[in-house]
């Protein structure tokens, strides 16, 4: 008998739940000004929750002026501020290393702050998925193993250092750069840190470690709204998966910390926040 999918809890908040994550994607400009939205019935149906429920989530966003209803059935995002282009360059780079759990929230922060900085915005799954996948069915496993020994002890240690260099060439450019990716292991190893650190400040730049956190609740209700196909074992054995990691970790390295929860500040919010310590005075436009 398979194993039943797993339900959200804290059922009074899902539809904040809901409402959250479309605000972070409006805000990272994953959903765009102007782009019409799913009917209700077709994102309750994405979801997984009730039409109650995605209605009682527009009409946050609609509050917020997020959200727009042209007619009963139609509703439209509504950021104008999307189209504005921001530039900031620094006389010294800064390189911001966001990490997080799986559906915390760090590539959304990035998104975000790349939109509000111009600085480019890199992503381990986005640079390194496709060719993993290939080398991992090359060498007989799923293109969607992140657990096996041969993913964590041959493959894994390729992306983060190919996500690295990537980043280190564009500070050797003068450019600021943004790193998305998981980093638990790396947030957890002093020696890493500091490599990181000494590599960086010998381009003469700066480097601010970023953790992401979020709730199990609100992580989990993300994960299933992306239905990627790599995350298809942590939702059918969620609290196996709960077990494995630890919420209460932090990278150990002075760091910002960064909450996406229902009860949080908005994401751009904090952003802007994280963005204002790090570049200090020292902003050339």
Partial sequence: MPTPEPRLDRPEALHQQVARTIRNDIESGA?????????????????????????????LLAAEGLVVSKSRSKRVVNAPDQNKKNEIRLQSPRVLIVGGYAGSGK???GRILARETGWPMLDKDTLTRPVLEAALELIGLSPHDRESEQYLKLLRPR????????????????????????FVAEFNDSAWLERAQSSFADKNASVTFVWVYCDESSMQTYIRRRGAARDAAKLANWNGYL??????????VPHMLIKNCVSSAPLKAQARALLREVMGSEVKQ
Wanted: hydrophobic share 45%.
């Fill in 159 to 182: 992306e983060y250092e190919a996500l690295m260099e990537a980043a280190a060439e564009n500070v050797a450019c003068g450019n600021s750069a943004i790193i998305t990716a998981p």
């Fill in 107 to 109: 590539t959304e922060l």
């Fill in 31 to 59: 959903l765009r000004d102007g782009q019409v939205l799913d009917s209700t019935r077709e994102l309750a149906a994405q979801w997984g929750v009730s039409v109650f429920t995605i209605t009682e989530a527009m009409q």
């Fill in 243 to 252: 077990g494995r990691i630890d919420l209460d970790f932090r990278p150990q």
